[in-house]
């Protein structure tokens, strides 16, 4: 059966149980009986499902592969992680990561103002706050604010001018000060589509010139003792490990000669994040071609081998790992609306009494295609199809025929690939793209998967239950968006498979995985659909529990996001109905009615089929 390579990119958290895509743990629950339980509740539309597990399993991998790789080689320095706020703003995302971290001494990273004061206002008691970014003096008075708050903080500069900033703030404020990094400009960088923070042209860190005089400028102003950590970030999802090697070797190097030139208390190596996750479907077109555990043990022999061969002492090591952290605890949910080929059927079908020589061909090749001519039959019908569109074009047949055209082609194709099915997969690959089925999917793209749409980085995606039969059809989804951008086209390198489901009859579910990191916070308004329904699901042993169940904004929220005046959009339709003098005032009543419950819903599709009950 087909296991959309739930292998390959699951890391174990989900599992194919009877058919269903389930969660590994605990009662092991199946995704669609939970999402059946909440749309149980009237809830429509896509749904983004939490599972702060996943949260707690990515930390503690984080700290167990860390302390044993230091344990391993006695490795003098601790480790420590924070956790960087710009990968998933949420409330239900920080307040549980925070919560988990507790035992961790888990810290918070900021990158901005408002994120700085979610870390002040959540961070656990003594666990670190690190502060990258470009800061204003506002901001670096706000840094000073935390240290004299109590906050384990480091200002970690990007530019020389910032540190000017930090010695002008520092004689006016109160102790204690917040401690002081300074981000090193690298000339090793990542690799792939995000490896644009490292590098000698990146945006942001300290050339060795710059470096130089920063300590010289932190000596005058006696602050020299506030200077604990250097910190570099090569880029998102490094895909391979060894420009992090090198990355490695030069930060400590530059830690190395930094001691010798007198930061006595410069005691710490800050990694930044990076740490790739697997997106891939596909055995053969990996994203990653390391383990946590390599990487844990390059880190920390690299920083033990530099630190023992200069004579310093061993450093500690932070990192600020996000996308790792946060990638898979978010599942989104989408129901299939529609597959395009469904109302292609038998009935549609209205012969004339004198048909086309193609069109009779084309239902001749229906009523007898079998398992010997199936392949055969599939490229005449293709092939009749195109001359048939350009008798069309050219005036030598009319609406009625191309229409049947289109439904005989469309049937031989769903009974082709039946016929063929798992046996002939290569041969019908050739053809996929021309046989594809468009499904449309209740979600939008740029809202909840826009690195698929500006970068073309894909997400796992699979049908939450129906793992015990063949998916038949090529696929590509379509999403609710009126922009051609919103699809995610059938890949042949890549290619995804789903199951030809008669909507009429049951519902489907596609479920896109390691959506955690950055999709959220980066998903964009198009068209004006906003962020899906939420629900953070708790699992335990007998079952799992439900909360914080939070519904996508209703479109009045979404407008007034905009700074329209609600009141008057309300207003205005109000008058508008009152005053027409089309209809009566029993009619005028049931439209008003009907418009407020509209306005306060969310904005997603909610098509009724002919299921009883069934809404999507
Ligand atoms: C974005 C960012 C991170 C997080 O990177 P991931 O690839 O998500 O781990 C860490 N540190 C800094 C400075 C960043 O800008």
């Known amino acids: 059966m087909v296991d959309y390579g739930i292998k390959v990119w699951a890391n174990g958290d989900f599992i194919i149980k009877n058919g269903k895509v389930c969660v590994n743990e605990g009662s092991q629950p199946a995704i669609i009986d939970i999402v059946k339980e909440i749309r149980s509740n009237g809830i429509r539309g896509p749904l983004l499902l939490r599972f702060p597990h996943l949260i707690h399993k990515q930390i503690r991998s984080i700290y167990s592969n860390f302390k044993q790789a230091q344990k391993e080689i006695k490795y003098q320095g601790s480790f420590q992680a924070v956790y960087p706020l710009k990968v998933n703003q949420f409330p239900n995302f920080v307040k549980n990561m925070v919560e988990i971290g507790k035992e961790y001494k888990y810290g918070l990273e900021a990158g901005s103002k408002a994120e700085l004061i979610l870390a002040m206002t959540h961070n656990n008691n003594g666990s670190p706050i690190t502060v990258n970014g470009f800061k204003d003096s ?6 000073f604010i935390a240290a004299e708050m109590g906050h384990n903080i480091t200002l970690t500069i990007e530019g020389l001018n910032e540190l000017e900033g930090i010695i002008e703030t520092a004689k006016e404020r109160f102790a204690p000060k917040p401690k002081i990094g300074l981000r090193i400009r690298l000339h090793s960088s990542g690799t792939g589509i995000w490896a644009k923070s490292g ?4 945006k942001f860190g300290l050339t060795s010139t710059e470096l130089i005089q920063a300590v010289k400028m932190l000596k005058n102003a006696n602050l020299l003792e506030q200077f604990t950590m250097i910190h570099f970030h090569i880029g998102s999802q490094i895909s391979e490990i060894a420009p992090m090697k090198k990355a490695l070797r030069e930060a400590g190097n530059i830690y190395a000669e930094l001691k010798k030139m007198g930061a006595k208390n410069l005691h710490a190596i800050n990694l930044g994040g990076g740490l790739a996750i697997e997106y891939s479907q596909y055995e053969s077109v990996q994203q990653r071609n390391y383990t946590l555990q390599e990487y844990a043990n390059d880190v920390v022999y690299l920083l033990k081998d530099i630190a023992n061969k200069k004579n310093e002492m061993e450093p500690d090591i932070f990192i600020e790992s996000g996308r790792y952290v946060a990638a898979s605890h978010a599942v989104l949910i989408a129901p299939v609306l ?65 229409s049947n055209t289109e439904v005989l082609v469309n049937l031989i194709i769903k009974k082709a690939v039946n016929i063929l099915g798992e046996k002939h997969y290569s041969e019908i690959l050739n053809i996929q793209e021309q046989v594809q089925e468009k499904y449309l999917v209740n979600f939008s793209i740029f809202q909840s998967l826009p690195d698929y749409w500006g970068l073309e980085q894909n997400f796992p995606v699979m049908p939450l239950d129906m793992l015990d039969e063949h998916p038949t059809r090529s696929a590509s989804l379509w999403d609710i968006t009126c922009d051609s951008d919103g699809e995610i086209g059938f890949d042949i390198k890549e290619p995804l498979f789903l199951h030809d489901v008669d ?34 699901i708790k699992i335990n042993n007998d079952g799992y529990e439900v909360e914080n169940l939070l519904e996508s904004q209703c479109i009045l929220d979404i407008l007034e ?31 008003l009615g009907e418009l407020y419950l509209l306005l306060n819903d969310n904005g997603y599709l909610k098509t009724v089929s002919n299921i009883p009950n069934k809404v999507q």
Do not use: C, W
């Open 338 to 402: 529609e597959l395009f080929s469904q109302e292609y059927t038998e009935q549609k079908l209205e012969f004339k009494e004198a048909n086309p020589q193609l069109v009779e061909e084309l239902h001749y090749l229906y009523t007898t295609i079998n398992a010997k001519n199936a392949m055969e039959y599939l490229h005449d019908a293709i092939d009749h199809m195109e001359s048939l569109l350009t008798l069309f074009d050219l005036g030598y047949v009319d609406l009625q025929d191309r």
């Open 199 to 202: 590098g000698i042209n990146s």
């Open 561 to 591: 996001d905009l700074d329209y005046d609600v009141r008057d959009i309300q207003d205005t339709l109000n008058d508008r109905i009152e005053e027409s003098e089309l209809i009566d005032e029993k009619a005028k009543k049931h439209i």
């Open 503 to 536: 909507l009429d009859e049951r519902e489907y579910f596609l479920g896109f995985f390691l959506v955690g990191a950055y999709q959220e916070v980066l998903g964009m308004k198009h068209n004006l659909f906003t962020h899906p329904t939420e629900a953070t």
């Open 138 to 143: 506002e901001m670096i008075g706000l840094g």
